[in-house]
């Protein structure tokens, strides 16, 4: 496999805090890549580098050969992007705002393909919605469309699933394996272990801005998870978190759910 | 090309479907120039009808506002919100974003100055001169600029959108008041008209009654006016640019 995404003993630094400490690593074509670990473990600072948000204190980040430091508009027209914060702007509607992005990324779209493409996202309805007018879930998946608007080769989701109840996270996960189904490489972050577990061909563990671990899910739960105690074991599988635990002595952290209404939305996608 | 059109019709639009925009940027003045019009409308001031004095005070007034209070928080806000570091995120050069924005807020400073002057024109029989209308619509779009440059400079200097609105509101409010737009700087004791005479608002304001009302005579000589102007948008640039942030600290 070719490496899409070739980051090279990266380090960042914010005043005297190391948020990135030496990381190395590649990311193939075609493949979902977790950045899995807890808040503050360097996975965000790590994916800013990529998008050229935040230039590294060291170290090398390319993105389809491309170096991100020297070609970074080259680089960003390249990439599909969705931050943690949504942060759309309010006083546009939805189809506005991907006219907006269109634009942005100098991609002609008539008004069927800006409809065609909410379609693809369950927000036909919402088209002359505002994002206040938006569940959750619907912002999220406003923010991927977004972020696919230019076609990319490369889609970074910054805790895509954070913030949404159940079945908006697994309305977001049904759109991130149709990223893949459609070619594009897909890499996220993530303090879900259920996240990494479901989405990811292959998931790095981060923790205090090193790479501690990196492989497959089932990979690192073979080589890395404990025995479960056996009144455990007859209730559930060894996980990731299980892994997390036994490589740094500390838990993921929790996540929090907003109820949010999808029932609809997924009834359709599946 | 299209980019920046583009860009440039959704700023417009989001200035315009802003409730604090429509309210302080049209609402506001009107109101304003209705009240003093109601008050003063058949009184004299420096030798020409009150209202006709008044009216350029209140475009004055607005272009300062729209600076100091508008200019200050809409990129502190857009900064704090994420939006600046999602558009950052894109290959959109900065100098489009701010090219279109700039642009933007011009036109909808001359759009408000037009209502504001047709308002006190058809309502109170307000003049000014036709001939130095294209005088008028460059020393407009002249001050347009420089206090948009300094409501950024403010934003970018301020840590967070209320600080931001806080050091805006504190420029803002005494300059109204000493700079020569409903209030004559001879009524001011004379060592604070001696200081009012440097502020960007008098010196943007003495330029364009001296434009519009042939009749007026300047407080100081327009080279030094202009001058003053053109320091006030450098010193507001150079802070700008230094302090400018794409995201929250």
Redo the contacts between chains.
């Keep these: 496999m070719n490496a899409m995404i070739e980051i090279n003993d990266l380090y960042v630094r914010y005043g005297k805090v190391n948020a990135v400490n030496g990381m190395s690593l590649s990311i193939q074509v075609g493949e979902v890549f977790g950045l899995l670990g807890p808040n503050g473990a360097g996975k965000t600072s790590t994916l800013a580098c990529i ?3 935040v230039r590294p204190n060291g170290g090398t980040v390319r993105v389809a050969g491309h170096d991100v430091s020297r070609e970074g ?2 680089v ?2 390249l ?1 599909g ?1 969705q ?3 949504t ?3 309010e ?2 509607n939805a189809s ?1 705002l991907v ?3 269109a ?4 991609v ?1 779209m008539s008004k069927a393909d800006v409809a065609a493409l909410l379609a693809h996202f369950g927000l036909s309805q919402k088209a002359t919605a505002r994002p206040t007018q938006l569940s959750g879930g619907q912002q999220q998946r406003l923010a991927l469309a977004l972020a696919v608007v230019n076609n990319p080769q490369v889609v970074l989701l910054d805790e895509p699933g954070t913030g949404l109840d159940p079945q908006a996270r697994r309305g977001v996960w049904t759109l991130i394996r149709r990223m893949q189904s459609e070619g594009r490489t897909v890499v996220l972050t993530t303090h879900s272990m259920e996240e990494a577990q479901e989405l990811c061909d292959r998931v790095g563990i981060v923790d205090g801005g090193k790479l501690i671990a990196l492989d497959t899910p089932q990979a690192l739960i073979a080589r890395h998870a404990p025995p479960l105690p056996p009144a455990e074991a007859a209730r559930r599988q060894p996980n990731l978190e299980d892994v997390f635990l036994a490589l740094t002595g500390h838990g993921l952290g929790g996540t929090h759910a907003s109820q949010d209404d999808e029932s609809a939305w997924l009834a359709a996608v599946a | 090309m ?2 920046f ?3 440039t019709r ?1 700023m417009f ?2 200035n315009l ?2 409730r604090s925009t429509l309210f302080w940027g049209f609402a506001f003045p009107i109101g304003l120039i209705l009240l003093y019009g109601a008050i003063w409308g058949g009184a004299t001031m420096g030798g020409v009808s009150a209202i006709t004095w008044l009216m350029i005070g209140v475009v004055v007034l607005n272009i300062m506002a729209s600076g100091m209070i508008g200019d200050s928080t809409w990129f502190a806000s857009a900064r704090d ?3 600046l ?9 900065p100098l489009q974003l701010i090219g279109s924005y700039v642009l933007v807020r011009v036109l909808i400073g001359l759009i408000q100055a037009a209502l504001i002057c047709t308002v006190a024109m058809l309502v109170y029989g307000a003049t000014m001169s036709l001939s130095g209308l294209a005088l008028g619509f460059g020393l407009a779009v002249l001050g347009l600029v420089v206090f948009i440059i300094l409501g950024q400079a403010v934003g970018a200097a301020a840590p967070s959108v209320r600080s931001a609105m806080a050091v805006g509101q504190v420029i803002y409010f005494p300059l109204m008041f000493l700079s020569n737009l409903f209030l004559p700087l001879e009524a001011l004791p004379g060592w604070l008209a001696n200081v009012s005479q440097w502020t960007p608002a008098t010196m943007l304001v003495d330029l364009l009654r001296t434009a519009l009302i042939p009749q007026m005579v300047a407080t100081q000589a327009a080279w030094v006016n202009l001058l003053g102007l053109g320091l006030y948008g450098l010193l507001g640039l150079l802070v700008a640019v230094r302090f400018f942030r ?2 929250p600290r």
């Excluded at chain 2, 570091?85 to 050069?93: E, F, I, M, N, V």
Aim: no cysteine; net charge positive; glycine share 4%.
């Design positions: 998008q050229g948000l508009m080259a960003k027209a990439l992007v931050l943690q914060k942060a759309l702007f006083e546009l506005e006219e907006l992005f634009a942005i990324y100098n002609p | 299209r980019r059109l583009v860009l959704s639009l989001m479907r802003d919100k994420g939006q570091q999602r558009l950052h995120a894109t290959p959109l050069p794409w995201s």
